[in-house]
């Protein structure tokens, strides 16, 4: 085949600089295995071009038809010596009512008269497939190239072997180009691309990739939670950070439940971010990690899509209290040491081989239930040495208003009567009066009173002890509890069930 595989490969050429852009790439990373439609039938050629996109086909077929049609090489005698000869004095006739490409019927009559005829042209092809390893470029310039170099050939072989059958049906264009195409269609799927295109394909992802973030729980086992390309077996170490350890092909999240759900928040950027506010958090540390592939899959995002180095910044809060969330940002970085930005809770100096701080005071505690009972916006109002009967008159008919040790304690939901000046200069002519107003956009009000004016004094002051007001978790509950120390009341978890039926 020596003399015939160089004249393959010099007419190749000269088809293949005829071969349009788009339908080469597309051919060039064709991926779809052939379905086999046993009623459509057919030879392997035929199927595999009803998988390939009709339009791109038919685009191909307009490119080529005149110039395979000039094209008079014709292959040695020997090989096509497998082929039958078509019986003399034959008649064929087929029906075709659901083929899209106008190639469909010449190659069906090729396959018709000549049966084994498009399989032998697949053969040939296969035997003198184009070296293209060394091709470099971009994706879209590589995935060009394998396909229009591979479609020259296949051309080229199919017109020639249909050439040297000689028959009307034979010597039609249109069935060389759709046997050439249903070959390369069939045959570059199980073909690897070229080296240089795995790295081109990384280069586009990033040159494509927009930074991106998401919200998740993420399910945990055995005190930690992973992310990860795939399953793996590594134990990891926690002890250089306390919260966060690279492993194979991602990294690991120590947490403090053992089992269960926790909510994490994810962010993936291109660049080092900026130290969050580090007091919102409980420990925050960063290690480097390696993705083998990229784009590991987490809730309902994935991390950047392609492998190398990359840095991981975890913020973690709640694991000594059980009520923990999490925050991940991941960005392409080279390798670094670990570093360890804050580091507050028992669960981290426990792994990090440290002595464990005394456990946190958390005085707002006992109102948790309240902020999370009220949801986004409520005022939460107590006067002292009234009557429910003496403080309605200053609220709407659908605040819930009920008796408390030493007290009023007054609820409203979506409003703020509470709040205003006025209304706790009346409320505390005989006494106390304080109140907490928050509304969904985060706006707070924090009021206290004292006989008939609002004050800011050694009380007030005491009423705020402890209560971290920098730190957003439980801002609301914080807020309330200022108001209940102020006023010097309890608000008893008896009118839970009042307050939860009025919010709900």
């Given at each position: 085949?020596?003399?015939?595989?160089?004249?393959?490969?010099?007419?190749?050429?000269?088809?293949?600089?005829?071969?349009?852009?788009?339908?080469?790439?597309?051919?060039?990373?064709?991926?779809?295995?052939?379905?086999?439609?046993?009623?459509?039938?057919?030879?392997?050629?035929?199927?595999?071009?009803?998988?390939?996109?009709?339009?791109?086909?038919?685009?191909?077929?307009?490119?080529?038809?005149?110039?395979?049609?000039?094209?008079?090489?014709?292959?040695?005698?020997?090989?096509?010596?497998?082929?039958?000869?078509?019986?003399?004095?034959?008649?064929?006739?087929?029906?075709?009512?659901?083929?899209?490409?106008?190639?469909?019927?010449?190659?069906?009559?090729?396959?018709?008269?000549?049966?084994?005829?498009?399989?032998?042209?697949?053969?040939?092809?296969?035997?003198?497939?184009?070296?293209?390893?060394?091709?470099?470029?971009?994706?879209?310039?590589?995935?060009?190239?394998?396909?229009?170099?591979?479609?020259?050939?296949?051309?080229?072989?199919?017109?020639?072997?249909?050439?040297?059958?000689?028959?009307?049906?034979?010597?039609?264009?249109?069935?060389?180009?759709?046997?050439?195409?249903?070959?390369?269609?069939?045959?570059?799927?199980?073909?690897?691309?070229?080296?240089?295109?795995?790295?081109?394909?990384?280069?586009?992802?990033?040159?494509?990739?927009?930074?991106?973030?998401?919200?998740?729980?993420?399910?945990?086992?055995?005190?930690?939670?992973?992310?990860?390309?795939?399953?793996?077996?590594?134990?990891?170490d926690f002890s250089a950070t306390g919260l966060v350890a690279a492993i194979d092909t991602g990294f690991a999240v120590r947490t403090g439940v053992e089992d269960g759900k926790v909510p994490v928040s994810v962010q993936v950027v291109l660049d080092e971010p900026r130290l969050?506010?580090?007091?919102?958090?409980?420990?925050?540390?960063?290690?480097?990690?390696?993705?083998?592939?990229?784009?590991?899959?987490?809730?309902?995002?994935?991390?950047?899509?392609?492998?190398?180095?990359?840095?991981?910044?975890?913020?973690?809060?709640?694991?000594?209290?059980?009520?923990?969330?999490?925050?991940?940002?991941?960005?392409?970085?080279?390798?670094?040491?670990?570093?360890?930005?804050?580091?507050?809770?028992?669960?981290?100096?426990?792994?990090?081989?440290?002595?464990?701080?005394?456990?946190?005071?958390?005085?707002?505690?006992?109102?948790?239930?309240?902020?999370?009972?009220?949801?986004?916006?409520?005022?939460?109002?107590?006067?002292?040495?009234?009557?429910?009967?003496?403080?309605?008159?200053?609220?709407?008919?659908?605040?819930?208003?009920?008796?408390?040790d030493g007290g009023v304690l007054v609820v409203e939901l979506n409003n703020y009567q509470g709040s205003r000046v006025a209304v706790l200069q009346r409320l505390s002519r005989n006494g106390k009066a304080a109140s907490y107003h928050w509304n969904a956009n985060r706006v707070?009000?924090?009021?206290?009173?004292?006989?008939?004016?609002?004050?800011?004094?050694?009380?007030?002051?005491?009423?705020?002890?402890?209560?971290?007001?920098?730190?957003?978790?439980?801002?609301?509950?914080?807020?309330?509890?200022?108001?209940?120390?102020?006023?010097?009341?309890?608000?008893?978890?008896?009118?839970r069930e009042l307050v939860s039926s009025s919010a709900g």
């Amino acid at each position: 085949m020596g003399d015939f595989a160089k004249l393959v490969t010099e007419a190749a050429a000269a088809i293949e600089a005829l071969i349009p852009d788009e339908p080469a790439a597309t051919l060039g990373t064709h991926a779809a295995g052939r379905r086999h439609d046993r009623y459509a039938g057919g030879s392997a050629a035929q199927q595999a071009l009803r998988e390939f996109s009709a339009l791109r086909a038919e685009r191909l077929l307009g490119a080529l038809e005149l110039a395979v049609a000039r094209l008079d090489l014709v292959a040695p005698a020997e090989l096509i010596s497998a082929l039958a000869p078509p019986p003399r004095n034959a008649a064929f006739g087929f029906m075709s009512m659901s083929e899209r490409s106008a190639m469909a019927l010449p190659m069906a009559a090729v396959d018709a008269a000549h049966p084994g005829a498009s399989d032998l042209i697949l053969g040939h092809v296969r035997a003198l497939l184009p070296d293209i390893s060394d091709t470099e470029g971009d994706e879209q310039a590589i995935a060009v190239k394998r396909g229009a170099s591979h479609l020259a050939v296949a051309v080229v072989v199919s017109r020639a072997v249909l050439n040297a059958i000689g028959t009307p049906a034979a010597t039609d264009p249109a069935a060389a180009i759709g046997i050439a195409i249903g070959t390369c269609a069939e045959i570059l799927p199980g073909l690897p691309m070229p080296p240089a295109y795995e790295r081109a394909m990384r280069d586009k992802r990033r040159r494509e990739f927009q930074p991106t973030s998401w919200q998740t729980e993420a399910m945990v086992f055995g005190h930690q939670f992973v992310v990860v390309e795939e399953p793996s077996l590594t134990e990891a170490d926690f002890s250089a950070t306390g919260l966060v350890a690279a492993i194979d092909t991602g990294f690991a999240v120590r947490t403090g439940v053992e089992d269960g759900k926790v909510p994490v928040s994810v962010q993936v950027v291109l660049d080092e971010p900026r130290l969050p506010d580090l007091a919102q958090w409980d420990e925050v540390a960063e290690i480097s990690y390696t993705a083998v592939a990229g784009a590991a899959r987490f809730g309902h995002g994935s991390t950047a899509p392609w492998p190398g180095e990359f840095r991981v910044r975890v913020c973690a809060t709640g694991r000594d209290e059980g009520e923990e969330r999490y925050e991940l940002t991941l960005w392409p970085a080279p390798a670094t040491d670990p570093l360890v930005h804050r580091k507050t809770d028992r669960v981290g100096h426990l792994l990090r081989g440290e002595p464990a701080p005394l456990p946190i005071s958390r005085p707002e505690r006992p109102y948790q239930w309240l902020e999370e009972d009220l949801g986004p916006a409520a005022t939460v109002t107590i006067v002292t040495n009234a009557g429910v009967a003496d403080v309605v008159d200053e609220f709407e008919e659908d605040s819930i208003a009920v008796a408390i040790d030493g007290g009023v304690l007054v609820v409203e939901l979506n409003n703020y009567q509470g709040s205003r000046v006025a209304v706790l200069q009346r409320l505390s002519r005989n006494g106390k009066a304080a109140s907490y107003h928050w509304n969904a956009n985060r706006v707070t009000r924090l009021s206290f009173a004292r006989d008939g004016q609002l004050t800011d004094d050694a009380d007030t002051r005491k009423a705020l002890e402890g209560l971290n007001f920098s730190d957003l978790r439980h801002l609301d509950a914080k807020g309330i509890t200022a108001v209940v120390r102020f006023t010097g009341t309890v608000i008893p978890e008896t009118v839970r069930e009042l307050v939860s039926s009025s919010a709900g």
